[in-house]
């Protein structure tokens, strides 16, 4: 099956810094990779739609200067939460799709930002 | 713009025994695809099953099958001989041509296996 790895599994930063989050398809070339944010309880929010080799799209009322999002390869997909504050802590997953199943995303295990 | 509705917040149910999970959805689009998702405590985001559409059969995954009803516009989830590491959140999802193939999630619900 598709896999996707995501790196940091989870970090803890002091506010005021920023974080990449890395989003890998590891076994299949991920044409388009999907960014959520999630808090505790809650359903998954989508951020960002972002395809290989163009400008990230992001949904209504998130940041583009706050989250920005580089997808420079078939394969990788970072997320920089630029700045962070306690507000941004969350969890963070990404999806990849164009594997087998073209409209199948195929999800990695999430990374935990706390910002303190 | 698409909807999913999950009505229940949460769900018990006995060891062995079937639960269903409702879940109805809200499309323009003719093709769109329905899914459903585990999330055990852990985080990760597990396929379970897929329905398309234009899909005549009912979906089946060894314990999960989707109960699909086109004209109602629900897309319930069965779990059959439920199990103790059934016990997590499980979420309903649609996506379609139409929105870029972003999927919409619903609520989920939170699924309790007693023994």
């Known amino acids: 099956g598709a896999v996707v790895s995501q790196h940091p599994s989870r970090v803890i930063c002091k506010s005021g810094t920023s974080v990449k989050i890395e989003c890998r398809s590891l076994?299949?070339?991920?044409?388009?990779m999907f960014w959520y944010r999630q808090f505790p309880k809650k359903s998954l929010m989508l951020m960002a739609t972002s395809n290989e080799g163009s400008k990230a799209t992001y949904e209504q009322g998130v940041e583009k200067d706050k989250f920005l999002i580089n997808h420079a390869s078939l394969t990788l997909s970072t997320l920089t939460v630029t700045s962070a504050h306690p507000e941004d802590s969350s969890f963070y997953i990404c999806?990849?799709?164009?594997?087998?199943?073209?409209?199948?995303?195929?999800f990695g295990p999430g990374t935990r930002l706390t910002v303190l | 713009a698409q909807k999913i509705t999950q009505t229940q917040p949460g769900m018990f149910v006995q060891e062995k025994e079937a639960v269903t999970l409702d879940c109805t959805y809200d499309t323009s689009d003719q093709s769109y695809g329905l899914f459903w998702y585990k999330q055990p405590s852990s985080g990760e985001m597990i396929f379970l099953i897929y329905?398309?559409?234009?899909?005549?059969q009912n979906a089946t995954e060894g314990r999960y099958s989707l109960n699909f009803q086109k004209a109602r516009k629900s897309a319930n989830l069965v779990i059959s001989a439920s199990q103790l590491g059934d016990s997590a959140m499980y979420f309903c999802?649609?996506?379609?041509?139409?929105?870029?193939?972003?999927?919409?999630f619903g609520k989920g619900t939170l699924l309790t296996v007693n023994p």
């Open positions: 076994d299949f070339q991920a044409t388009t």
């Open positions: 999806s990849a799709s164009g594997g087998p199943a073209y409209n199948e995303q195929f």
């Open positions: 329905q398309g559409s234009y899909d005549e």
């Open positions: 999802a649609i996506n379609s041509g139409g929105s870029n193939y972003k999927l919409t």
